[in-house]
């Protein structure tokens, strides 16, 4: 595969499906004074990603190489800390996962999955209140964004693969002249879970990608704002 073959793939920008919805409801309840809660809904596909190597394959000085998917577990060769029960996880993993079990014995696509679908609503409350003098009125407004998360910390949270939206499934430390195989090491804890198993690179919270410095994007907050008119 030449890595400078200029190839259409899908766009680290592109939001395949999105749907837009809100409501407002109003009443006076009090005489002249208005109460109205208002609902807006952003629903849409997660941010597409590409399956690489976590190392420089074909040695460019960049560690972004789409992955080669092994139909099995001798298609490849394997590093020689990788025990044969972590050479049957990652068999496991690909198996059961769509986009790689249908491209088994292939080169990864650019850009060929997506994170999960996000659900994200803002809720608004705003209410009139009578005012000091006659013919004033004040208002008071509470304005929830991403309330869902408010309810459930894991709603209204959109994940996604690190910068540029690439994702590891195995380091491709080498490959082998006589065998024709690529070499796989998964023996790193960036491959494990908790319990030594094997995992992929996690998608995380898009929250920045400085680490240390999240920006609090996918995290619900409020906003009150008081109003007087006269």
């Known amino acids: 595969v030449n890595p400078n073959t200029d190839i259409a793939a899908t766009s680290n920008y592109s939001v395949a499906e999105r749907v837009i919805a809100s409501a407002t409801w109003q009443h006076h309840f009090f005489g002249d004074y ?12 997660g941010a597409p990603y590409s399956w690489v190597s976590g190392t420089d ?11 080669y998917i092994p139909k099995s577990v001798t298609d490849v060769e394997w590093a020689a800390a990788v025990t044969d029960a972590q050479k049957a996880q990652f068999m496991n993993y690909v198996d ?17 999955v997506r994170a999960p679908w996000i659900n994200q609503f803002d809720f608004a409350f705003r209410q009139e209140i009578p005012g000091i003098f006659e013919g004033n009125k004040g208002e008071l407004r509470f304005d929830f964004f991403n309330i869902g998360n408010l309810f459930n910390s894991h709603w209204g949270v959109e994940q996604r693969a690190g910068f540029p939206l690439i994702r590891n499934l195995a380091n491709v430390s080498g490959y082998n002249p006589v065998t024709g195989k690529y070499i796989y090491d998964i023996s790193s804890g960036a491959y494990k879970d908790k319990n030594g198993n094997y995992v992929p690179q996690s998608l995380v919270i898009n929250e920045g990608q400085t680490p240390g410095v999240p920006i609090p994007s996918q995290r619900w907050s409020v906003m009150i704002t008081a109003k007087y008119k006269f």
Do not use: C, P, W
Request: no cysteine; aromatic share 10%; charged share 20%.
């Open 57 to 67: 394959t074909n040695g460019d000085g960049y560690s972004r190489d789409l992955v």
């Open 34 to 45: 208005l109460t109205q809660f208002s609902l807006f809904g952003d629903m849409h596909s």
């Open 96 to 112: 059961n996962n769509s986009y790689l079990k249908k491209h088994e014995g292939e080169i990864a696509q650019r850009n060929a």
